[in-house]
């Protein structure tokens, strides 16, 4: 294999959690810490792709030669990734994206009132990568990731087919030493037809042999 084989491929990553405000001071949102989403950008930009990393707030530094794009909220990241995706041959989605946000942000800081409940109403948020897969025209190569704690085979195939996704990348991160904010990370990478198993190792290892995979069947997909 040449040195650079993805050369001339455009990828788009999104990765890191999304922040859904709820007031000036508080926002929901969850323990993703952009790592693997990092590790996958830095691995297709070593194999000599051109790629856009849309990245939710994390304390990570940008790979180099990658392409940065900021934002905070999943609403921003549906956006940026909108217009991004059609210029790209493959869309990786590993961020964490916040299903839901507040109905009403509240302009100023929420008081705690007498009651002992406060009940908050939220509302859906954009599918971000069920949009990019349904994309009429410029559909790029589309890659999911599910991030489960239970029956996780079954339910990421679940995603896979009602996201109309090409590949999804199976995460158990009930496990201590995987997924959320760990330096390893174990998937099993799932297509229409067949899986295969990407066992515990690390993020950067693990990005490069997925960015491979990956690969491997955007090529076939390009030539059938
Ligand atoms: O960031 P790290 O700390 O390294 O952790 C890595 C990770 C655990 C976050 C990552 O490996 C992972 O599993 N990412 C997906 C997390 C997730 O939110 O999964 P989900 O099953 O809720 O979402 C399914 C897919 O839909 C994902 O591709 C997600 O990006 C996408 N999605 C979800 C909701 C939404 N509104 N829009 C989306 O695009």
Known sequence: MPATPLAGLRFTITAGPTREALDPVRYLSNHSSGKMGFALAAAAAAMGADVTLISGPVQLATPAGVKRIDVVSAEQMHQAALKVAVQSDIFIGCAAVADYRAADVATNKLKKGASEQLQLTLVKNPDI???????????????????ETQNVLSYARQKLLNKKLDMICANDVSQPDAGFNSEQNALTALWHGGEQVLGLQTKAALAASLITLIYQHFSQQQTT
């Not at 990568?129 to 991030?147: M, N, S, W």
């Open 129 to 147: 990568i069920a949009a990019v897969a349904g994309l009429a025209k410029q559909r790029p190569f589309t890659v999911g990731f599910a991030a």
